[in-house]
């Protein structure tokens, strides 16, 4: 089994399969650690060559020799998140020089020698050290200690809010995470206007803040005066709207369907101009698109998948028969000729959001044909 020679000339070379990395360098740190890389298949584990236990190369486990803080940088460039068993204090000093943007620092979690705390250090939220804080202190019996405000008050994380469902804020919202965040565990009165988007979003037993105000709209919203808000729309917002961001996040959630069928041979760059002009007209965000529907004839059309890619949208196609199980408006007997089915982008869309009523039934333009329809999340 080699050994990582760390120095402060080379940059050490590691063997990254997981996604997170288990860091130990005292003999109890080691025990534990090894114990955890049995329970969690995603993650790989480096402790002090001295401590070999002659099964290291059969279980992918990776020893070095040197100062650790030399192994720190490369392990953060090429992890989600570092587990490290050293006291919190010493881990503090030797991450501090490599730190960069809480958007994309990897989540630090550090472990006391004895395993009896686990605690959350770096990118609580984005990078998730919280939850995996969580997990690791489950699986070894552990305290959890997490000391972010809005965790421990039970209330909105505003840099989290809908991400699991894919939510994505605006980057003209960047600016106020932090001022909203502080309004929400601050207790000052926060509007929460949600237009469209899952529902579920509250992840306590408990019930809603009450300095947290459910809107029905963004006028009712801005009546109220509040100073913060949360904004979850797939619209774009009308000049007198705006106003509501002054001390506001406004987020897009992925509720867009697009049923599309083209020509053979569509250009990805039609394609796109067709898209982004139709939600233009709709006052629709390119943001919250979720899928790309289509029929099972154009499932390898290179413009439609070459789109679905750059953007990551679901790429989904029916077959003739499911197409034409759905009522449309217009169904045409030439489509037919040529695909199996009597439409395609209509019946698409609505396949994929179940429901029989869309925001736009069906356009023409150039090579494409294109129907808009939002998911009804109640």
Not at 9 to 38: C, E, F, S
Not at 46 to 69: H, P, T, W
Not at 104 to 114: E, G, L, Q, R, S
Not at 144 to 173: C, H, K
Request: aromatic share 8%; proline share 4%; hydrophobic share 45%.
């Amino acid at each position: 089994m080699s050994v990582i020679e760390l120095n402060e000339t080379d940059v050490p070379a590691i063997a990254v399969r997981g996604d997170y990395a288990i860091v130990a360098i005292t003999k109890h740190g080691t025990a534990l650690a090894r114990g955890l890389h049995k329970q969690f298949s995603n993650m790989d584990l480096y402790y002090m060559g001295k401590f070999a236990q002659g099964d290291e190369a059969a279980s992918g486990i990776q020893l070095f020799n040197g100062s650790v803080r030399l192994l720190l940088p490369a392990l953060f460039q090429s992890y989600k998140g570092l587990i490290i068993l050293i006291s919190l204090g010493a881990v503090v000093r030797m991450i501090a020089p490599i730190l960069q943007d809480k958007k994309t620092d990897p989540a630090v979690v550090v472990i006391d020698d004895k395993g009896e705390h686990v605690i959350s250090v770096l990118s609580g939220h984005l990078g998730g050290a919280n939850e995996l804080t969580r997990e690791v202190a489950a699986a070894i019996g552990a305290r959890p200690v997490i000391t972010t405000a809005s965790d421990v008050q039970r209330t909105i994380p505003v840099d989290l809010f809908g991400r699991r469902f894919g939510w994505e804020w605006e980057s003209a919202s960047a600016d106020k995470l932090t001022p909203v965040s502080a309004s929400v565990v601050n207790e000052e009165r926060v509007a929460i206007v949600q237009e469209s988007g899952e529902r579920d979003w509250w992840m306590y037993d408990s019930p809603l803040p009450p300095n947290l105000q459910l809107c029905g709209s963004i006028a009712e919203a801005l009546d109220a005066k509040p100073q913060a808000a949360l904004v979850v729309t797939h619209r774009l917002l009308a000049p007198e709207e705006e106003a509501i961001l002054a001390n506001g996040v406004l987020y897009r959630p992925k509720v867009i369907v697009l049923g599309m069928g083209c020509n053979r041979g569509t250009s990805a760059e039609e394609i796109e101009a067709v898209i982004r002009e139709t939600l233009a007209e709709l006052g629709f965000s390119m943001r919250s698109v979720r899928a790309l529907c289509t029929i099972e004839l154009k499932k390898d059309e290179q413009g439609l998948v070459a789109v679905a890619n750059k953007f990551g949208w679901e790429f989904v196609w029916y077959a003739p028969d499911r197409l034409n199980a759905v009522a449309v408006e217009e169904p045409s007997d030439t489509v037919y000729r040529y695909t199996g089915a009597y439409a395609v982008s209509e019946p698409a869309a609505k396949l994929y959001t179940g429901t029989g009523k869309l925001a736009l039934t069906k356009k023409k333009s150039g090579n494409c044909t294109i129907s808009v329809g939002i998911m009804p999340f109640e």
